[in-house]
């Protein structure tokens, strides 16, 4: 490994935003850009000039100098991207979700057992948001009591982007995986417990008509490990501006986030005031994991997102929208590690 890790990015849509990420670190540089599409190189070399600009993501995956590959292409090509790189000895960063399948699942596990050294996280931003930092503190000083049930809503709010963007033309796009991940993500994270059941239901009411075939809304029954429930929404076609709603029911209060603010309740009476909160949300950029990344790399952190986290939220994911297949209670597979 030399003076700095050099990265490359793979799919420029939304993964621009990953190389300032990654050129905010003082001991990190980009290398390397992918895209399969030409105006976007060509777009791209306007604006990042004196970069490697490459159409096929197997120049990255054999090029020695790199250490760390961004991932942020179609979903359909993120299992067999994540594979490739790990084989070819490269930490991987990767835009949700991780993979489609469990049989992925199984082989990227399979690709990190062989190559522990290896870092692996994705970017589940909500983490970084402050107003998620403070509720995670506060459930850890014991403020609400023992949370008993979690509610998580994703309102998407982007209905074109199922009916008139790539993803309507994909046949395996869920919005589970591309939406309520993030809040599977977040309420793992706020909990500390495993999920252990899901049951879960879909419908395509509002675009039975368009060209998206799969689910416009997904949503999930959820039991702990500790006896605990919860809720999980994802909602792309909510007629509301795109949002997370966050619910968190303790045994001495509540945390409540909805599109008209948020507030913590510590009591049952209705003259008590709420406390409300104006902490910021969301108050994050796509690229602010990829300094903890490179830090996690370099041995200098812990990773705010570890791979087993990332897996575990995938292993959820992946439960609830076999459930909705098998209209019945899933236990959620977790993988193992070596």
Known sequence: MGSKLIAAVIGLGVGESHISGYESHPRCQVKTLCDCNPSVLESIAQRHPKKNLVDQAESIFEDPEVDIVSIASYDSFHAEQIIQCLKSGKHVFVEKPLCLRHQELDLIVDALNSNPNLQLSSNLILRKAPR???LKKKIGYGELGQPFHFEGNYDYGRLQKLTEGWRGNDPHYSVTHGG???LIDLILWLSGKKIVNVHAFGNRIPTIDSVFNGNSLTTANLQFEDGATGQITSNYASVAPHHHKVSVYGTRGTFEQSHLGAAYFHSRDSDHSPERVDSAYPGTRKGDLLCNFVDSIL??????????EVLGAMSVSLAIDKSIRTRQLEEVAYPLFK
Not at 299 to 308: D, H, M, Q, R
Request: aromatic residues 6%; proline residues 6%.
């Open 132 to 134: 998620f930092e403070e």
């Open 180 to 182: 309520a991940i993030h």
């Open 299 to 308: 041995g200098e952190a812990e990773p705010i997102i570890t791979k087993e």
